[in-house]
């Protein structure tokens, strides 16, 4: 029986995905301790980038919340993180965040454009000075120390975050549901009178957003000896995972993490080797995506394969 070139192509994708799952479940085995750091970092930063991804790529409205949403999931951590197991928290952490968004999705996802947009930016700032305000009055503390967990298993439970995540936002693309927010992005009063739920849709979608950064935040809290409001909800956080979807492009799922994986072991080195410099570094690749590659590098692929395509056309 002969395998056909179509038959290959079917089946390198879901090879190569198997070698790679196996090379990073197997990382722990062989790789230095800064490398499992490292890695953990980049798995961080491609979960909270798909997260946003999955809502905010097809709906088009620009969320700045996961800074809020990554945030309790870190907060989770400080507080239950000694009275119960790890998994549990985490579990804790993903229904917190899921369960705000829902709350805030359903209050503000009537709100378009840069109102949207604003009013996330101002949750983050809200959340952070309300519990800076709350340690300070009544527990006469700022901040709190964390359970410390051993490297490797901070990995091996971010990567199979990722995991999930990444089969949960290839689901939803695939589905009905998926087709609905593309079309909630394209013309939402459209979708609305063709029949589609358009505000259960999006703050649905939105919560299980939140749900994975929530989950994220509570391990990734375990990683550090103390957080505080100030750490824990930081707005960088939200800037940068903009800029890392902006720079992989959203056309395809690839993209977010091709994107967020490039631009977080480049902050690893700006930081190491230009600590003062390294947001001016960040401002200008921003302002240079945004002008010469506004679909990302999912766009650069993109075309470059149709001019390929079109080469051979001439050619035959």
Same mark, same amino acid.
């Given at each position: 029986?002969?395998? $056909?070139? !179509?038959?290959?192509?079917?089946?390198?994708?879901?090879?190569?995905?198997? @070698?790679?799952?196996? !090379?990073?479940?197997?990382?722990?085995?062989?790789?230095?301790? #800064?490398?499992?750091?490292?890695?953990?970092?980049?798995?961080?930063?491609?979960?909270?980038? @798909?997260?946003?991804?999955?809502?905010?790529? +097809?709906?088009?409205?620009? $969320?700045?919340? +996961?800074?809020?949403?990554?945030?309790?999931?870190?907060?989770?951590?400080? &507080?239950?993180?000694?009275?119960?197991?790890?998994? %549990?928290?985490?579990?804790?952490?993903?229904?917190?965040? $899921?369960?705000?968004?829902?709350?805030?999705?359903?209050?503000?996802?009537?709100?378009?454009?840069?109102?949207? &947009?604003?009013?996330?930016?101002?949750?983050?700032?809200?959340?952070?000075?309300?519990?800076?305000?709350?340690? *300070?009055?009544?527990?006469?503390?700022?901040?709190?120390? @964390?359970?410390?967990?051993?490297?490797? &298993? *901070?990995?091996?439970?971010?990567?199979?975050?990722?995991?999930?995540?990444?089969?949960?936002?290839? !689901?939803?693309?695939?589905?009905?549901?998926?087709?609905?927010?593309?079309?909630?992005?394209?013309?939402?009063?459209?979708? /609305?009178?063709?029949?589609?739920?358009?505000? /259960?849709?999006?703050?649905?979608?939105?919560?299980?957003?939140?749900?994975?950064?929530?989950?994220?935040?509570?391990?990734?809290?375990?990683?550090?000896? #103390?957080?505080?409001?100030? %750490?824990?909800?930081?707005?960088? #956080? $939200?800037?940068?995972?903009?800029?890392?979807?902006?720079?992989?492009?959203?056309?395809?799922?690839?993209? +977010?993490?091709?994107?967020?994986?490039?631009?977080?072991?480049?902050?690893? @080195? =700006?930081?190491?080797?230009?600590?003062?410099? #390294?947001? =001016?570094?960040?401002?200008?690749?921003? !302002?240079?995506? *945004?002008?010469? %590659?506004?679909?990302?590098?999912?766009?650069? *692929?993109?075309?470059?394969?149709?001019?390929?395509?079109?080469?051979?056309?001439?050619?035959?």
């Amino acid at each position: 029986m002969k395998i $056909s070139d !179509l038959d290959i192509r079917k089946l390198w994708v879901p090879g190569s995905l198997l @070698v790679i799952l196996g !090379l990073l479940s197997t990382l722990t085995l062989y790789a230095s301790t #800064y490398t499992v750091i490292l890695t953990t970092s980049i798995f961080m930063y491609i979960n909270l980038t @798909v997260s946003w991804v999955i809502f905010s790529a +097809p709906t088009r409205y620009i $969320s700045l919340a +996961p800074a809020a949403f990554f945030g309790v999931g870190i907060y989770t951590s400080a &507080t239950l993180g000694t009275e119960l197991p790890l998994v %549990i928290v985490i579990l804790i952490g993903a229904l917190l965040s $899921s369960f705000l968004a829902l709350l805030i999705g359903g209050l503000t996802l009537r709100l378009k454009g840069i109102y949207f &947009t604003v009013f996330t930016f101002g949750l983050v700032e809200l959340i952070k000075h309300l519990l800076l305000w709350y340690e *300070i009055k009544y527990t006469g503390t700022r901040g709190r120390f @964390v359970i410390l967990v051993d490297n490797n &298993t *901070i990995y091996h439970i971010m990567l199979i975050i990722l995991i999930v995540l990444l089969i949960t936002a290839y !689901l939803i693309r695939r589905s009905k549901y998926g087709l609905a927010l593309w079309s909630i992005g394209e013309f939402e009063d459209a979708a /609305a009178h063709s029949g589609v739920n358009v505000n /259960a849709l999006k703050t649905i979608t939105f919560a299980i957003s939140a749900s994975f950064m929530g989950a994220t935040g509570a391990i990734m809290a375990t990683r550090w000896t #103390y957080v505080d409001p100030y %750490i824990a909800f930081k707005t960088l #956080y $939200s800037f940068m995972v903009v800029l890392m979807a902006a720079f992989g492009g959203m056309g395809q799922l690839y993209g +977010p993490v091709v994107g967020a994986a490039i631009f977080a072991y480049l902050e690893e @080195v =700006l930081i190491t080797k230009f600590p003062y410099y #390294y947001m =001016l570094a960040f401002g200008l690749i921003l !302002l240079a995506v *945004i002008l010469f %590659i506004p679909d990302g590098l999912v766009g650069v *692929i993109e075309d470059w394969q149709e001019k390929r395509k079109g080469k051979q056309h001439a050619n035959t």
